[in-house]
């Protein structure tokens, strides 16, 4: 399901200028807090504004008015906001914040419409969303609807290979794909397609063939990933996890650093669109063993202004040596470092998926009772790693699909609490497919946040079918427990883990956010409802997750996620209050405008 891995073989090495490190402005900080001083001697929120409004420089540069305001964790009732610059300096009475305005200030009149804090996404993907979903679409109901589209596709691009993505595990049996469907209609050319969770390749036998894959091909990671083969032990053109996918694309079509920008840059007004102010890109390819390379290239947008979020990037762990992960994140930390972009995390790549058996459970898969799947470490490779990272003072994001990675690594960030010095720890665990009833407690009493991709809950044909002939009765009815963690006293995110999925490739929040309270597929009222039932979360608990909860996660909720006085001015208007209605329609709203660090970043 999660894509963030060792995607660098498929990349070239480029030069690009890294930006040079510079430290945020702390003014809005410093202004925020005298501000809420003097509202805390005074005894009033409204008064806070009022200082601050005083401080700013010149009168507002907005003012939103006559609409719902959900601020998320402020007051209720809200009447108006206004914006001087890149700071929130009122929020209260319209009649306050009408004070602020000035022949210039922009008085937008919401008419109705919803005030929301823009969306911070827990965990992202954009350059390899970017990437991965060029080419043919194979988000289809059935194996044949995906033949007729590479063959279409084929058909309009005479020349050259063949990619694309989408594809779901249910179009076939548990063995998985085979090459021979594709050269039914892909015969001469190269052909491979990326599967919709983005942990698996389907090839065809000229793909096979100019990798130099064949029967005498070590599997790159033996049984995590691998080349699956048939009884004669020749490749079928089903291959497993990032190592054996790279080494087959990686021989066929590289691309160059200059198409990865290209491509990510034709992504960025799709996020503004979208109502992303911030995101936790967890994981990008490294360019020739260099994972700043590419998170340079957020800096690179920054400069010429068309960044219209703000960045927390990782680096990422994916297997044995781990004793270098401080180090690189500290070298790449010194060489990327602006207002914008900051790299504050280590990701470490727990185990695989369910679809592939690669998800490292605690008893085997039920349709295949000699394996629990796999994890690239040892437990005492587990707590060594979260040991030295938690030890150097950051923070650890997990990728955890299997019941068994979860509770190894909350074992590690427990002893690494009980070990190291104490501090503020923002770890999280990511995915949590099914989790253990005693380890979803944990995650309130560690202060670990859980981060869900929310879009992945729904009680679609595959979760239905095949996660519950792999996981069996238990596991299967027990699923994305989101509401457990919350009534357990524990903190969860949101983000949508474009451009892996579930069912369905998003990287829409409004799509996470109605998927976390119907646990429906999206604009499916009749759909089945995904069990538990009860695990299914209000509208305001899941905008909490994808605006407050993911800015906790990122150390930034001081700064965004809600809308608060001396926060920064990270906003969207909604053409429709989602917070009232059928939650089903949650999705058809339409971001009419979004401002980020006070500028407009994208107006319908």
């Known amino acids: ?345 280590v990701k470490v790549i727990g185990d695989g998926s369910q679809g592939g058996y690669t998800a490292w459970l605690n008893a085997p898969y039920a349709d295949k009772p000699d394996s629990t799947g796999g994890s690239p470490f040892t437990v005492e490779q587990w707590h060594q790693l979260i040991g030295a990272v938690d030890g150097a003072g950051y923070d650890v994001h997990v990728h955890a699909c299997g019941e068994r990675t979860a509770q190894v690594a909350l074992d590690a960030f427990e002893k690494a609490i009980a070990t190291n010095p104490p501090r503020d720890r923002r770890h999280a665990i990511a995915h949590l497919v099914y989790v253990e009833d005693a380890d979803n407690a944990r995650f309130g009493k560690l202060n670990v946040t859980a981060q869900f991709s929310a879009n992945w809950s729904s009680a679609d044909p595959d979760t239905l079918k095949n996660m519950r002939e792999r996981l069996g009765e238990k596991r299967a009815t027990n699923m994305y427990r989101t509401k457990t963690v919350l009534k357990e006293g524990g903190r969860v995110s949101f983000g949508t883990d474009w451009p892996a999925a579930g069912y369905f490739s998003t990287y829409k929040p409004l799509d996470s956010i109605e998927v976390g309270v119907t646990r429906q597929l999206v604009g499916q009222p009749d759909a089945p409802v995904l069990v538990p039932t009860d695990e299914r979360l209000t509208v305001e608990e899941a905008i909490h997750a994808n605006t407050l909860g993911a800015a906790y996660q990122l150390r930034l909720d001081d700064k965004i996620g809600s809308i608060a006085v001396g926060k920064l001015a990270d906003l969207i208007v909604l053409d429709r209050d989602i917070l009232k209605g059928d939650p089903h329609d949650i999705h058809k709203a339409k971001v009419e405008l979004t401002l980020m660090n006070g500028k407009v970043r994208h107006q319908a």
């Open 1 to 345: 399901m999660c894509v963030a891995c060792d995607w660098a073989p498929h990349f070239e090495r480029f030069g690009l200028a890294v930006a040079k490190a510079s430290g945020p402005s702390r003014r809005s900080v410093l202004r925020a807090g005298a501000a809420m001083g003097a509202a805390a001697a005074a005894g009033s929120l409204f008064r806070a504004s009022e200082v601050l409004a005083q401080e700013a420089s010149g009168p507002a540069d907005f003012v939103f008015h006559n609409g719902p305001i959900h601020t998320v964790a402020g007051p209720t009732g809200v009447e108006a906001v206004a914006v001087t610059g890149k700071t929130i300096v009122h929020v209260g009475d319209k009649a306050g914040a009408l004070k602020l305005a000035g022949p210039k200030t922009q008085v937008i009149d919401l008419n109705g419409r919803l005030l929301l804090p823009g969306f911070v996404e827990g965990h992202t993907h954009p350059f390899l969303g970017a990437f991965l979903t060029s080419g043919v679409d194979l988000q289809l109901a059935t194996k044949k609807d995906a033949l007729d589209a590479i063959a279409t596709y084929a058909k309009e691009h005479p020349t050259g290979p063949i990619r694309g993505f989408g594809w779901r595990v249910d179009m076939f049996p548990p063995e998985g794909p085979t090459r021979a469907d594709l050269d039914a209609v892909l015969p001469d050319r190269p052909g491979f397609f990326f599967a919709i969770d983005g942990h698996s390749l389907w090839a065809n036998s000229k793909a096979l063939e100019m990798a130099g894959v064949n029967r005498d091909t070590p599997d790159p990671i033996p049984r995590f990933s691998y080349f699956v083969r048939d009884q004669k032990g020749d490749p079928t053109g089903y291959v497993l996890e990032v190592n054996a996918v790279l080494s087959l694309v990686n021989a066929i079509e590289p691309i160059s650093g200059a198409a990865m920008a290209e491509l990510l840059e034709g992504w960025l007004p799709k996020a503004a669109a979208a109502g992303i102010t911030t995101v936790f890109d967890a994981g990008v390819p490294p360019v020739g063993g260099d994972e700043g390379a590419l998170i340079a290239l957020y800096a690179e947008s920054e400069k010429r202004g068309v960044l219209p979020f703000r960045v927390v990037a990782s680096c990422s762990v994916k297997g044995p040596p781990i004793d270098t992960a401080v180090a690189v994140l500290k070298d790449v930390r010194s060489r990327v470092s602006t207002e914008l972009v900051q790299v504050n995390v």
